[in-house]
């Protein structure tokens, strides 16, 4: 099972991640991709950057990349929602998240 389901959408989902028990990270677009693998005893920097024009992103885990060019998972045009979920059904335990941060680029003219 997920440990851990980030998902951004803005009326429908843009980016599906999950850090998964076993110690994967995984994205899903049309099936599920495993893109790293991670400490499931530490702490995890995630860093996803999106890219507006051609409408796909990238993920860093611990500043290293994990996989650069994922379509959004919809037609969706902007991200505006960030959700986390913990594990099927919301019952996952031992996860935390710290420091969050969202930011946006200049946008073209």
Excluded at 6 to 28: H, K, N, Q
Excluded at 48 to 74: C, K, M, R, W
């Amino acid at each position: 099972g997920e440990k851990l389901d980030i998902s951004i959408l803005e009326s429908s989902y843009v980016a599906r991640l999950y850090f998964r028990e076993d110690g994967t990270f995984a994205y899903y677009y049309d099936r599920f991709t495993v893109a790293a693998s991670y400490d499931t005893s530490d702490w995890n920097y995630l860093k996803i950057t999106f890219h507006a024009i051609s409408q796909s992103y990238d993920v860093e885990l611990n500043s290293v990349p994990a996989a650069t060019g994922i379509p959004y998972y919809s037609s969706a045009q902007v991200v505006d929602t960030i959700r986390i979920n913990t594990g099927s059904a919301e019952t996952a335990s031992g996860v935390y998240i710290d420091d969050i941060y969202v930011s946006e680029s200049a946008r073209l003219q």
